[in-house]
């Protein structure tokens, strides 16, 4: 079965450094959303993506979040410049269309860890 | 007004028995309400989903409750086996979108 694919599994960097997370959705996906889940709380929305533009995102998601789609592949998250409450597990998720009856499926997770 | 609670935190059960997890939210907007299952290392999996014109759903031994007056939905999981030993988040959203707003999450583990 298709599954979308996030890398690193882990990352580890020092606070005010920028990352990008990567994810690899599944081929025939249209919609790209990116998920955090701080360790023991809640799962929150950041950021949708369509059609090369975001679609929506949530407070979260600030000036120091980016989202990219530099081929047909990818879908990148860039955190510019790190603080240590960005430790998280950052998941990408993906589907097919819009509506309901069209599942979101996530990846495994980058887990980030700013120090 | 955007938030979904999920009770219980943490959820023992005994192998063959009922687990029950319950959510409630506010925003009566919100038109579909979705189940999740966590295992350790992975990401969520969409486990059940259940949209307001229905009271219940079933699929397996996994079935929604959805009461819309009350505000309130429950996942039951019938014959509980330690497979189903996972972190389980119910959700909402409303319109098309995905902007899925969570539960805190149970914890569930099935004793053999």
């Known amino acids: 079965e298709p599954e979308v694919t996030q890398t690193p599994s882990h990352q580890v960097t020092q606070m005010g450094q920028e990352v990008i997370l990567r994810c690899v959705p599944i081929?025939?996906?249209?919609?790209f959303y990116w998920y955090r889940q701080i360790l023991g709380q809640k799962v929150e929305f950041l950021v949708s993506f369509y059609n090369n533009e975001i679609s929506e995102k949530s407070e979260i998601f600030d000036d120091q979040f980016s989202v990219e789609r530099p081929d047909g592949s990818n879908f990148t998250l860039k955190i510019r410049s790190t603080k240590l409450e960005d430790s998280a597990m950052y998941f990408c998720?993906?589907?097919?269309?819009?509506?309901?009856?069209?599942?979101?499926?996530f990846g495994n997770g980058t887990r980030l860890t700013v120090t | 007004q955007q938030q979904v609670k999920q009770s219980p935190q943490s959820l023992i059960v005994q192998k063959g028995g009922i687990s029950i997890i319950n959510c409630a939210y506010e925003?009566?907007?919100?038109?579909?309400f979705p189940w999740y299952q966590q295992f350790p290392g992975k990401g969520p999996a969409l486990l059940i989903a259940?949209?307001?014109d229905v009271s219940e759903k079933k699929e397996g031994r996994f079935t929604i409750s959805f009461n819309k007056s009350a505000k309130q939905f429950s996942l039951h999981i019938m014959d509980s086996q330690p497979g189903d030993s996972a972190t389980y988040f119910c959700a909402a959203s409303k319109g098309s979108n995905y902007q899925l707003i969570w539960g805190a999450g149970t914890k569930l583990i099935i004793k053999p």
């Open positions: 259940i949209r307001p």
């Open positions: 925003n009566t907007a919100f038109d579909y």
């Open positions: 998720a993906s589907r097919t269309r819009e509506g309901r009856d069209s599942p979101l499926h």
């Open positions: 081929s025939n996906h249209l919609y």
